[in-house]
């Protein structure tokens, strides 16, 4: 809905003026003075105790079970409406939450109202989806993944905090740490891809950044989502059940939420889908007996939205008020927008289905938050005008942008040295939706992101090339309507041009919440006009953007370079300009695998070994009888300007006594650019009493290596983490022959075999 400002606003603006000395948009006086202020109750563990103690004593049921409710926000007073915040729950203390409203002054009136409004004056915690950027747009997950640079994910995540908590945002509903297999289910490109090791270093990397100076104003708390295995949803549909063994969800989906308990994060988000016929919002094994019991997790939990409503619509509870007891009752903290604990719980509390020592056990949770983030201390505490001022979209945040998107750009293919685009090219033909397209490059969560801030790649180029070369920009065709009209024009250009850069992919929300699609290929005629501008004979270069792994068999065919870009962003076009000129070498990786055809899916690398392994060529094998079984491209996979060569592969004959195992590599940089190589070491367990996959990544490093030149790449390896998961959920490590592997991408591996004679006595009991 649209903010109209009435005269009631402006009324109420000079009330407030009056009775808490500060108008509507000047920074509180004590919000200056507190910024750099240290909490000084942290870490006092019995002084916050008691306050909370003396708290709750004052506390009426309703007010405590209205900490417990999120709401969305409000545009100024336009009433109630279902989940929505109102009046009336303000006044009475029933909003714990608010969620996904922008902007300090926005912030600031909501929670002065409730300071004057409600009895106990408990602050109100505002969250927002603050997932690749708030104000400066960064790659998104998936993207930024394939740089395969933990250092940078911190690094843009922190940035994100700092510019959101600038902006009066306390918590975030990231990162998501989603084990995703399957190129159909849209929210693919919130995750970090399909491997769970790379998974859990980029949960823990993504935490500590959203978190980096937790308490403080200028960083957010972080929530793991979304608890649990919502990235295997059937036939990639969002919201579908999820049906796996307990070996394949400890194994492959739990370890990055372990991560994320293990990296200090503060709450957790239960998912939308049932596991194995449980939905996880009201999954007591998983919210209670996993989380707290085993994994120790001391912060709260937050339904997704409307999850708690769900439970009936799912029909395992007959009404409402039984979904209400059932999520609190497995260990549902925070009823995120459907407003059923506001009005079911006091009523389950009557009849008996919940007790009060329950919700005040959540209560606690959700108060502890608060009070250590220094909201009792100063509600206003993160409001501070001038600080927005400085922090966002400054320098800072840019340059980060700009090396995110640099280093998550992959380089899928490059015949004859298309790129970089050489010297002798004087008039490019600059092609298709997303050539000077601002808004889409920002992707699927583009929080409060404005495209004017925006670079396309026509703009980026533009800057980089100047005048000496002349870009011809058409559209060529919409993303998905049918028209041709646009070829035409684009063979025109094309034809009068040195080279053609098709710009190409989805619109942004083609891929995110509720975008799943069971046709991978281009969307609309982007492949014929792709293939008709082929037929001029033009060196093409396709630029792509979406987000999830594309069906790019024919893509491959008409282009003769592929950079795959994701959506990457504020600084997209200037990202984009940078590699395609040569000035940056493209050193990004695929975090998921690019299938042929979407009869693949799921077409993860880390298959299991069947007894009747792929073969095309022969009957009875486990096979498509009309598509070879590998990806097009596979996990890890990325070119380079350079080539790198492998050898000198040591590996000793065992593991040592502490049950260690240092191998080394040389890598040499034949090729006449100067690049960044991330090396990858798989494993596989040759016998072992489960099926056990292929192959599975179990280290990398990255390594820059100037031309010419040889580095030698040392990497230590531990036995501990050559276990695996048994249906029983245990961790088991057996002795024997393990295969280690190296190399560029899960495809290309130098191998040795290994014998681990012995089990490490201090073998990790994982959960
Ligand atoms: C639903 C999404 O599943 C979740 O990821 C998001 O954080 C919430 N909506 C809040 O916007």
């Known amino acids: 809905m649209k903010k109209t400002f009435l005269f009631v606003d402006i009324l109420k603006a000079i009330i407030l003026f009056y009775s808490t000395g500060v108008s509507a948009s000047v920074p509180h006086k004590t919000v200056t003075s507190s910024v750099n202020k240290p909490v000084e109750m942290v870490g006092k563990k019995n002084v916050e105790e008691k306050f909370i103690a003396n708290l709750m004593a004052k506390m009426t049921l309703e007010e405590k079970i209205g900490q417990l409710s999120q709401y969305v926000g409000r545009e100024f007073l336009t009433g109630p409406k279902s989940g929505e915040l109102s009046d009336s729950l303000l006044e009475r203390g029933m909003v714990g939450s608010i969620l996904n409203v922008g902007g300090v002054v926005n912030l600031r009136n909501i929670q002065e109202e409730n300071m004057q409004k409600s009895r106990l004056k408990i602050p109100i915690l505002f969250a927002f989806d603050v997932i690749h950027g708030f104000k400066t747009i960064y790659p998104t997950p998936l993207a930024e993944s394939c740089s395969w640079d933990l250092d940078l994910m911190y690094r843009t995540a922190k940035s994100a905090a700092i510019e959101a908590s600038a902006s009066g945002i306390q918590w975030t509903f990231a990162p998501m740490v989603d084990i995703a297999r399957d190129a159909r289910w849209g929210r693919i490109v919130e995750g970090a891809g399909e491997d769970t090791y790379l998974g859990c270093k980029i949960a823990e990397a993504r935490v500590k950044g959203f978190q980096w100076n937790l308490w403080h104003p200028n960083a957010l708390i972080a929530c793991a989502k979304h608890f649990a295995a919502y990235g295997a949803p059937q036939a990639g549909r969002d919201y579908a059940p999820v049906d796996m063994s307990n070996a394949t969800l400890a194994e492959v989906y739990l370890p990055p939420f372990k991560a994320c308990v293990d990296a200090g994060v503060q709450t957790f988000m239960a998912s939308f889908n049932d596991i194995n016929g449980i939905p996880a919002t009201g999954n007591k094994w998983l919210l209670t007996e996993l989380l707290r019991n085993r994994w120790h997790f001391k912060g709260f939990v937050v339904s997704d939205w409307n999850g708690v409503i769900q439970l009936k619509t799912q029909a395992v509870v007959e009404d409402e008020n039984d979904a209400a007891a059932l999520a609190l009752n497995s260990g549902l903290d925070m009823d995120m927008t459907d407003g059923l604990f506001n009005a079911c719980l006091a009523n389950a509390v009557q009849n008996g289905s919940v007790s009060v020592s329950t919700i005040d056990v959540a209560v606690k949770r959700v108060l502890s938050i608060k009070y250590r983030l220094g909201l009792f201390d100063n509600p206003y505490r993160f ?385």
């Open 383 to 767: 409001f501070n005008t001038e600080r927005e001022r400085k922090v966002v979209k400054n320098a800072e945040r840019m340059q980060i942008a700009k090396e995110a998107a640099l280093k998550s750009i992959v380089l899928l293919k490059n015949e004859n040295k298309t790129l970089p685009l050489s010297k002798s090219v004087k008039k490019i033909a600059l092609i298709g939706p997303l050539a000077d397209n601002q808004s889409e490059v920002m992707g699927s969560w583009k929080a409060c992101g404005d495209e004017k801030d925006v670079i396309s790649v026509y703009c980026g180029l533009k800057s980089k090339l100047g005048t000496g070369i002349k870009i011809l920009c058409v559209q060529g065709c919409d993303f998905s309507d049918r028209s041709k009209q646009g070829f035409a024009e684009a063979m025109k250009v094309a034809q009068e041009s040195d080279i053609v850069i098709a710009v190409l992919g989805e619109k942004a929300l083609m891929s995110g919440e509720s975008r799943s699609r069971a046709f991978l290929s281009l969307p609309g005629v982007q492949q014929q006009l792709l293939d008709t501008l082929k037929t001029t004979g033009k060196p093409i270069v396709t630029v792509l953007m979406n987000g999830r792994p594309l069906v790019l068999s024919e893509v491959e065919k008409a282009s003769d370079a592929i950079l795959e870009t994701w959506f990457l962003g504020t600084l997209a076009g200037n990202a984009i300009a940078d590699i395609l000129v040569g000035d940056y070498n493209p050193s990004g990786k695929l975090t998921t695998s690019f299938p042929r055809a979407e009869g693949q899916i799921p077409n993860y690398y880390n298959y299991k070994r069947s007894g009747r392994p792929g073969n095309m060529e022969k009957t009875s094998t486990m096979r498509h009888i009309d598509l070879r079984n590998e990806n097009l491209y596979p996990f890890g996979y990325g070119l380079s300007y350079t080539q790198y060569r492998y050898d000198n592969f040591v590996c000793p004959k065992t593991f040592d006594d502490k049950g260690k195992l240092p191998v080394s590599v040389n890598i040499t940089n034949t090729g006449e650019y100067d690049g960044e190589e991330t090396v990858q070491l798989y494993v596989s367990d040759l016998v072992a009493t489960m099926v056990r996959p292929e192959k599975e990544l179990k280290q990398f490093k990255k390594v820059f290596i100037p031309r010419g030149q040889t580095v030698r790449v040392d990497i230590e390896l531990d036995a501990r983490e050559l276990g695996y998961w048994t249906n029983d959920m245990e961790y088991k490590l057996e002795p024997g022959d393990f295969a280690v592997m190296i190399g560029p991408n899960s495809r290309d591996l130098l191998c040795k075999n290994v014998t681990l004679k012995t089990i490490p006595v201090d073998l990790p009991n994982k959960q």
